[in-house]
Structure formats: C-alpha cells, structure tokens
C-alpha cells in the first residue's frame, strides 16, 4: 500500500489503522482521487489520508491521529461547499458518507440524522409520514453542513432556518470526546451549533423537530423571458414582501432548460420557483399571482409532491463543474438593485449560472438575533450569483464577471451567509456572525483552543 505521502505514516498511522474500521485511503489508493473529488470541479486538494469513517468511534479516532500528529481536519458531509471545505491538503480527511442514515420517530414528530446524510435521504424517510423540517432547495446536499451554517429553504419563512430546527447533536470534539449538545447540555455549545458551522467539532448526528408538511404542497414553476424581468422583479417584490408566512418564492435567472420552446433556447430566463408550506388548495389560490407578474412563457401552479419540488432543481446544479460565487444578504429590493440584476442577467455566463434571490423573512425573522450564532434576522431576502461552466479555459472570464457583478450590487448589501461563502472569502467571516462573532470566539476558545478544525471558515480561538 503507498505511504501517506511522508505525512501521516509510521506509529501514528499504525495506530489509526488498529482503531478505524472504515477503510483508510492514502495517495495512490484505488479509491483515493474519488474520494477527494467534491461538488465544486474546481477543487483540488489532496488529504495526507481519507478516513472513511462508519461511525463516531472511527471518527474519535481519525481526530486523534490528527491531532497526535499536528494535522489539520477537514470533514466531509455532503461535499457542497463552494469553497471545497470538505478536503485539506495534507492533513486528515473525515469522509461521512457512510454515516447516512436517517431515523424518524413520528409521534414525537423528531428524526435524527447521521453525519453524512443528504436532504434528499432525510426528506424520503420524514414524508413517509408527511413531516420534514426546513432543508436546503438541492436534495444532494448535506444535512450537517448546511445546518451547521444556517440553512434556507423553501420552508424558511414557515418553519424557520434549518438550524432553528436543530434539537441536539452528538459531536466529536478536538479532544476527540464524543459530546451531547442540545439545550440542556452543553447548552453553549448547542447555540454556537445553530450557524456556527463546522468550527466546534465532527457532529456525527443531528436531531431535528418536524413538522407536517405535504406529501403534496402547492408549487409554482413559472418562466418568463429575460426581457420582461424589471418589470416581474418589482411585481415578484411586491408580492414577496406581502407574502403570508407558508409562502415562499425564489426568483432566479437561469439558462432556458430544454422543455422551453426552442426560441428560448441559449437564452436566460427568469424562473418564479416556490410553494406554500400548508394547505394545498389555499396554497394554489395564493399562489396564483404568481403567473401574472408578466407574459410568461410557461406556468405550473398546482399540487406537487415536496420530494419533487425539493429535487427540481438538482439537474441544474451537475456535481463536477466548475463553480465560483458571490452573494450577500439584501436590506431589500430597490429598483436601482432590481436593473443591475437584470443588466448582469441579459448577460449571464456560464453553462449552470443562477441568479438567485431568496426570500427570507418569516418565523426566521422572528428569532432574535443573538438567539443563535446564525445573526441575520431582519434580511428579507438573499443575492446569491452563483456561477457554473464546464469549460476551465472559461475560469477566468467567469470568475471576473461574477466579481463586476457583485461589485455593482454590494452597495445594497446586509451581510453575508457563511454557507454561500467562497475559498477567497476568508475576510467575510466577520460580515457573516457580525455581532455574536466575539460570543462564537469565546466557545472556540473553550471547546478548539488549538484551532484543530480549522478548514472552514473560521472562527479564530
Ligand atoms: C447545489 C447547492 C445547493 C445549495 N442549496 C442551499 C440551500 O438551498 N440553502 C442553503 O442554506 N444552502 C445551500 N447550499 C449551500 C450549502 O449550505 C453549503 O454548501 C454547505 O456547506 C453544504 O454542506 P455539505 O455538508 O454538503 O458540504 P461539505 O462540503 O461536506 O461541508 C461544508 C462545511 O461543513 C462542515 N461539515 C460538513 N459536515 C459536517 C459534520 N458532520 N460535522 C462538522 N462539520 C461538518 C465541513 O467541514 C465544511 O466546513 C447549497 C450548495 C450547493 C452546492
């Protein structure tokens, strides 16, 4: 078997090897390139060792030999990170992959999830029983990071952030104990968890509250042409703010997918994604409106299963392409910020780009600010310029389009979201926890003095 590159190798190795049942992948190692291969093509980082962890014992002890050996960790959930946190260069590697497993418990109306589970796992087993909590709009991303970071979705605005959903977690921390945080134990711990990201330790399960929601909820799927958008972007503004909480519609510019007519095709189009979180009937009734903020080119407003509403857009986002993005809170959605958006938009680049603005507000908005490590309460809504293409002869062009982008749009910012944040984004942490950043401090101080998890974006000790 090859060596761990002169990094990991000797006793310590030899003691992870006695320790670790999942399988310990090295340089060289069949497996070795898949297993460091993530979301976003453009990261290419190589771990001194993989550990394929089946469960909390194996990762207390690929933690130890990390630290035994003064390596850095990195741990990967759903592998989506933007910014390719989920792989080191020369340290360890946690992969949960095998930790995905979901547990529904539908009196008490909770279900606990490993590590390494995806949405799409998580919604499948809690709509057996027509539950599920706020998750993210991919079904292939991960549950831990993106709860750990916050968590939007199409049940933001009903139910809460994601993280507003999380009732404990098992974790394992620098010193490799397996630890309960919920918030009557550790309560400290459980509230630097709720945004927190993965600064604290390996979370190797999360308990979540449920809610009924579907099987089937009332969606609307509407396009309209990019030459309409100044106008729909102000009626889809008016609609959003008055918007009752079940409510919540995305509006996003995106390539024209293959089912528009042709004359369409090669073009943006403006995309009104969303649903109403309760009853299906009341819900198509208040959609409605939804298809009259122009002339559009094709409208659905009808009963959709959740599970589908939540996987329609994982098509458009292929693991293995090449992604870089910028996107910040909005204070709102004034007309100034509306025409540079569709300036950016007649222009769009790249082959899976989406324009995406999130609506926020809602029972997230509720939450007071210093309730949990997640700060930004009062947002009503999101920018994210997420840009996607194939070609690696295109980064260039790409990557300096999306930063013009973001520069003629970041005068109408709030904030930033850590789990929209890129690998050049180091110096947004700030903007991302903004005022309960020297609270999260303090709790890395007590819980990874020494900064062991330190790839992701960090929170200094
Ligand atoms: C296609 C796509 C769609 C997205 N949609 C949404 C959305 O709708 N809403 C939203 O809020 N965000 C969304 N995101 C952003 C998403 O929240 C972040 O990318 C998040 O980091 C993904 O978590 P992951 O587990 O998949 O990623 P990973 O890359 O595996 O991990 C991300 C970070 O979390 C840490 N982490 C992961 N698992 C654990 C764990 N078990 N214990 C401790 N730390 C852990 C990692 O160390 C890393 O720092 C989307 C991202 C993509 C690529």
């Not at 949405?119 to 599920?132: C, I, K, M, S």
């Not at 709030?414 to 609270?439: K, T, W």
């Amino acid at each position: 078997m090859a060596r761990a590159d002169g990094i990991l190798q000797g006793a310590p190795l030899d003691a992870l090897r006695q320790r670790h049942r999942g399988p310990l992948l090295l340089p060289g190692d069949d497996g070795y390139d898949a297993a460091r291969a993530v979301w976003n093509g453009m990261i290419d980082r190589r771990p001194a060792v993989i550990a394929r962890c089946r469960g909390p014992a194996d990762v207390m002890a690929a933690v130890d030999a990390a630290r035994t050996a003064g390596l850095p960790v990195s741990v990967r959930g759903g592998g989506h990170n933007v910014g390719g946190k989920a792989v080191c260069d020369g340290g360890v590697m946690l992969d949960l992959t095998a930790m995905r497993w979901v547990h529904v418990d539908p009196e008490r109306r909770r279900a606990r999830a490993g590590g390494g589970t995806l949405w799409g796992d998580f919604d499948h087993e809690a709509q057996a029983f027509g539950l599920t909590c706020t998750g993210g709009v991919v079904s292939t991303t991960g549950v831990a990071g993106l709860t750990l970071g916050g968590g939007i979705g199409y049940l933001t605005r009903r139910h809460g952030l994601a993280c507003d959903n999380l009732l404990s977690a098992d974790l394992v921390t620098a010193d490799g104990r397996l630890v309960h945080a919920s918030d009557d134990r550790n309560p400290e711990l459980m509230w630097a968890l709720r945004g927190g990201g993965g600064n604290f330790g390996v979370v190797t399960s999360l308990e979540f509250q449920l809610h009924p929601v579907g099987p089937e909820v009332a969606a609307a799927v509407v396009f309209y042409p990019i030459d309409q958008a100044e106008d729909v972007l102000r009626r889809y503004r008016t609609y959003a703010e008055a918007a009752p909480d079940a409510i919540a519609c995305y509006a996003m510019v995106v390539n024209a997918p293959p089912d528009l007519p042709a004359e369409h095709q090669g073009r943006p189009v403006l995309a009104i994604v969303g649903c109403h979180a309760d009853d299906v009937d009341a819900g198509r009734e208040l959609l409605q409106p939804v298809a009259g903020f122009g002339r559009p080119i094709a409208a659905v407003i009808d009963a959709m299963p959740y599970t589908a509403l939540q996987t329609s857009f994982d098509a458009g986002n292929p693991t293995g392409q090449r992604y870089y993005w910028k996107s910040q809170h909005l204070t709102g959605l004034p007309d100034e910020l509306i025409d540079a958006v569709c300036r950016y938009a007649r222009d769009l680049h790249g082959d899976f780009t989406i324009i995406g603005i999130e609506p926020l507000g809602g029972a997230q908005g509720r939450v007071p600010p210093d309730a949990t490590a997640f700060p930004h309460r009062s947002v009503p809504f999101s920018l994210g310029i997420w840009t996607g293409w194939a070609d690696p002869a295109a980064d260039r062009d790409n990557v300096a389009w999306t930063r013009d982008f973001f520069a003629a749009v970041q005068p109408f910012g709030a904030g930033a979201y850590v789990n929209y944040l890129g690998d050049d984004e180091a110096d947004r942490v700030g903007e991302a926890y903004g005022g309960n950043m020297a609270r999260l401090v303090e709790i890395k101080r007590r819980w990874d003095p020494d900064n062991l998890f330190r790839v992701n974006h960090n929170i200094a000790p």
